[in-house]
Structures are given as C-alpha cells and as structure tokens.
C-alpha cells in the first residue's frame, strides 16, 4: 500500500485552494506562456535586423546609423537570452524541487526582457524612421512608441492595481 502524502493547502485567501507546489507550478505554466510570446517576437525582431545588414542599400547608412544598427542587435541578443535564462535555470534545478525559486527567477527575467524588448522596439523604430525620413522624424517616432510603451506596460498596470488593492481593503477581501 503506497504511503499517502498531503501536502498542506498554502493558506492564502485568495480564492484558490492551492498546495504550495500546486501554485508554483500553476504560476510556471503562467511563466513558460509569457516567455513563448515575448520570444516569438524577438525572434521577428531579430530576424528582420539580421537580414538588413545583407541588403545592399545598408552600405549607404552613415555611422551613427550603424551603430544605432549594432546596439539594436546587441539588445536583440541581450533580450533573447534574458527570456531564455528561466528555461535554463529550470533545466538544471530539474527535479530538485526548486520551482518556487526557479517561478521568481523567471519574473525577474520577464520583467527585464520586457525592458529591454521596449528598448529594441522604440530602437527599431528609430532606426527605420531615421533611414525612411530622417532624424526629426526618427525622434519624434520613436518618442511617441516609447510614451505609448509606458503607458501600456507601466502606467495602465499599476493603476489597475492600485485599484484593485484599494477594491480589496475597502471590501477586506478579493473580489
């Protein structure tokens, strides 16, 4: 007869009846998904930098512009392997019952990979508006998408939250 193992519920009152390695692998999953989707665009990003170094017009591009060029790739690798770290971490902890580690790991990661994506992406836009249409317009391009990155991925989400915490000490539990 197998010797039966309960693992204690957490006790947080969040309204889920989850164990501790229960949350910590519901929070992986959550993890490993937001990992798959920053990287498929990242790998777009740096896919699309790669190949402009093969076109024949990039020989035209000045030397401010191939350094912008250079730093762009340099954080497309930089991003790629933040957002990859966690996936390695997890490979050599494998099975050595460090997920709620290897969980927090992984959001630090996510947080810097988005930081850095933000970076590529208001790079990327600089750096074509700049070939397109000039400096002028490269500024302006690119300090617009920075201004709508901070307001989607900082400003919105911490006023959600924000609200939500005062949501839940007004009723002194989660809605």
Same mark, same amino acid.
């Given at each position: 007869?197998?010797?039966?193992?309960?693992?204690?519920?957490?006790?947080?009152?969040?309204?889920?009846?989850?164990?501790?390695?229960?949350?910590?692998?519901?929070?992986?999953?959550?993890?490993?998904?937001?990992?798959?989707?920053?990287?498929?665009?990242?790998?777009?990003?740096?896919?699309?930098?790669?190949?402009?170094?093969?076109?024949?017009?990039?020989?035209?591009?000045?030397?401010?512009?191939?350094?912008?060029?250079? #730093? =762009?790739?340099?954080?497309?690798?930089?991003?790629?392997?933040? @957002? *990859? /770290?966690? $996936?390695? %971490?997890?490979?050599?902890?494998?099975?050595?019952?460090?997920?709620?580690?290897?969980?927090?790991?992984?959001?630090?990661?996510?947080?810097?990979?988005?930081?850095?994506?933000?970076?590529?992406?208001?790079?990327?836009?600089?750096?074509?508006?700049?070939? #397109? =249409?000039?400096?002028?317009?490269?500024?302006?391009?690119?300090? @617009? *998408? /920075?201004? $709508?990155? %901070?307001?989607?991925?900082?400003?919105?989400?911490?006023?959600?939250?924000?609200?939500?915490?005062?949501?839940?000490?007004?009723?002194?539990?989660?809605?």
């Amino acid at each position: 007869m197998p010797l039966e193992h309960h693992e204690p519920r957490d006790g947080r009152v969040d309204g889920r009846d989850e164990t501790r390695n229960e949350r910590a692998d519901r929070n992986w999953s959550d993890v490993l998904q937001e990992l798959r989707v920053l990287q498929t665009g990242t790998q777009i990003l740096t896919g699309f930098l790669l190949a402009l170094a093969f076109q024949p017009a990039f020989s035209d591009l000045s030397t401010e512009q191939r350094t912008l060029y250079l #730093v =762009l790739i340099v954080l497309s690798a930089l991003s790629a392997v933040v @957002a *990859l /770290a966690p $996936v390695a %971490l997890h490979r050599l902890l494998f099975a050595r019952r460090t997920k709620p580690t290897v969980v927090r790991f992984g959001h630090g990661c996510l947080l810097v990979a988005l930081g850095s994506v933000s970076l590529l992406l208001v790079g990327v836009v600089a750096f074509v508006f700049d070939v #397109v =249409l000039g400096s002028a317009a490269s500024w302006i391009s690119s300090g @617009a *998408l /920075a201004v $709508v990155i %901070l307001m989607m991925w900082v400003v919105v989400p911490l006023t959600l939250r924000r609200d939500r915490n005062r949501d839940r000490d007004r009723s002194g539990r989660t809605r």
